[in-house]
């Protein structure tokens, strides 16, 4: 059942409304998140595909789902990461306000949504600039508890982040802190779909499920997540401006010393840096949009010894 969450008018006649659809009824609730940024759809292929999934099969589901496609509605129809009206990033409002401002408004009326959860997963992509690997990342002080129920998702890692480098005004933060335990996924890149990695987290929602007692239908087997602390990541950025062109694909195991790639200069046909790796390990992150300055993020390489 499709259900307005928020409305809000708008200038002219328009309104902003975000949505949700309930699966089910009753037994524990598994909430479904995307869209917080309007330049991140990867989720948008997830949420479609689990739909179908449960529209399919009813007999299986032995509880609640909740899907929120679109957190963000005016990002996603504008094409732009935050809420255009007052070009803010939504995911540094929460856990917000409803005597505030308008975005501060939609994320209390947000959280009082999603709160209570039996668990609930924000799925996010990375931005124009950079490609990631499936992954989960988690807070260290709420590692213990999201640590096992992020292996059942199916992703190729897991981030464990100091807690002095986890916005406490994101969304995850603020149900986390309200003993809602809620995993943040990233993968891919910024604008695009990229199917098999919506597909890899599909079967891991319904392993997530399963586990819950949500689910009793087929599922594949999940794979098991390399998990890591900030300690065991490199950082490779740019030293100079130019143009980024990769000489190692995106997701491999690279090797200390190794060519990433390079820094050219298309006015005077030069090469103005030639990047390496710091260390070996895999290459869970890597620059997708060419143009880069001086200290822009290149690469994230996981493990292995600098």
């Not at 709160?115 to 600039?129: L, P, Q, R, T």
């Amino acid at each position: 059942m499709v259900k307005e969450v928020v409305l809000l008018p708008l200038a002219v006649g328009e309104e902003l409304v975000i949505r949700k659809n309930t699966i089910g009824s009753g037994g524990k609730r598994l909430c479904v998140v995307t869209g917080t940024h309007g330049d991140e759809l990867e989720g948008q292929y997830v949420l479609w595909r689990l739909n179908q999934l449960l529209a399919e099969h009813p007999e299986h589901l032995h509880g609640t789902v909740e899907l929120y496609p679109a957190l963000n509605p005016l990002g996603i129809s504008t094409m732009t990461r935050g809420i255009p009206l007052c070009d803010l990033d939504m995911n540094r409002t929460f856990p917000g306000n409803e005597n505030g401002s308008m975005s501060e408004f939609l994320a209390a009326r947000l959280v009082g949504d999603l709160a209570g959860a039996d668990a609930c997963i924000d799925i996010h992509a990375s931005n124009i600039f950079l490609r990631e690997i499936p992954q989960v990342r988690i807070n260290v002080n709420t590692a213990p508890r999201l640590v096992p129920m992020a292996r059942q998702l199916n992703m190729d890692f897991i981030w464990i982040h100091a807690a002095a480098t986890v916005l406490e005004s994101t969304l995850a933060h603020s149900l986390n802190a309200l003993d809602t335990p809620t995993l943040v996924v990233e993968m891919g890149v910024g604008m695009r779909l990229t199917r098999e990695y919506g597909d890899q987290l599909l079967q891991g929602i319904l392993s997530l499920m399963a586990s819950m007692e949500l689910w009793s239908g087929p599922m594949e087997p999940v794979r098991e997540p390399i998990i890591s602390h900030d300690r065991a990541v490199s950082f490779v950025n740019a030293s100079c401006p130019g143009i980024f062109l990769p000489a190692a694909e995106h997701a491999v195991q690279v090797e200390r010393g190794q060519e990433l790639g390079a820094v050219v200069d298309p006015l005077t046909g030069e090469v103005r840096e030639r990047l390496k790796s710091p260390a070996s390990g895999l290459l869970f992150t890597l620059r997708e949009y060419p143009v880069v300055y001086e200290g822009s993020l290149i690469a994230r390489i996981l493990g292995g010894k600098a």
